[in-house]
């Protein structure tokens, strides 16, 4: 079955550019996290939808940093005036529902690198 | 101090060793446990949940210490498969229960 899709899976982008992150969770998943992962270090969170509701945002490194999900389904990152050091992979991961118990699915990435 | 910590390793072990990985968390109200492996340049798959009562899979074993705030994996006759990187995630409370990742520990098998 689909699992979570990202796009585009390699970003480069000039220093101070605007990027634009898409995620596509599994169909009917309630939950929806975005992470950023630098290399050799664990996913760090950025921020938490529960369907079109951003319930947590404390991870977001600065104002810069931009999320939704206006239908409760896709969701969009969005990078201002980009930094070089946003670069990272970013990852989305869905889950069935609002529930911690339940686990995370996990899309490929989005692999941003900016010049 | 990081809320979720992890030796990051590497632990470079032989075929058919046994080998045992630790993740503690400073937050006694956070709840639901998981390990997942992440292979390089792929994203993090689910390996196992963490149960109070401690839970096996094959030759994975995954325990659970609310006293002293840690979860362990443990995995038995280690193949070259087995190498990768292994997080484990702890759900820690805030307005909402929050997946919090460790650094990951990196295990390597050699033959």
């Known amino acids: 079955g689909a699992g979570v899709s990202q796009s585009p899976r390699y970003k480069v982008a000039k220093r101070g550019q605007d990027v634009a992150l898409r995620c596509d969770p599994i169909?009917?998943?309630?939950?929806l996290f975005w992470y950023q992962q630098a290399l050799g270090q664990g996913p760090e969170f950025l921020t938490y939808?529960?369907?079109?509701?951003?319930?947590?945002k404390s991870g977001l490194p600065s104002d810069r940093f931009f999320a939704e999900r206006p239908e409760g389904s896709v969701s969009t990152l969005k990078i201002q005036r980009t930094q070089q050091e946003d670069s990272a992979v970013y990852l989305c991961?869905?889950?069935?529902?609002?529930?911690?118990?339940?686990?995370?699915?996990f899309g490929d990435g989005t692999r941003l690198s900016i010049l | 101090r990081k809320e979720v910590e992890q030796d990051p390793g590497p632990f470079n072990v032989p075929e058919g060793a046994t080998v045992a990985f630790n993740c503690t968390y400073s937050?006694?109200?956070?709840?639901?446990f998981f390990w997942y492996r992440q292979d390089c340049r792929k994203e993090p798959k689910l390996l196992m949940s963490v149960y109070s009562s401690g839970n096996e899979d094959g030759r994975f074993t995954a325990q659970l210490n609310r006293a002293s705030q840690y979860i362990s994996l443990l995995i038995r006759d280690s193949k070259l498969s087995d190498s990768a990187t292994y997080l484990c995630v702890v759900n820690i409370p805030g307005g909402s229960y929050i997946p919090t990742f460790g650094r990951g520990t990196s295990l390597i098998v050699h033959p």
């Open positions: 991961a869905s889950r069935l529902g609002q529930h911690s118990n339940q686990p995370q699915h």
């Open positions: 169909s009917g998943h309630v939950s």
């Open positions: 939808f529960q369907n079109e509701a951003q319930l947590d």
């Open positions: 937050n006694s109200a956070s709840q639901s």
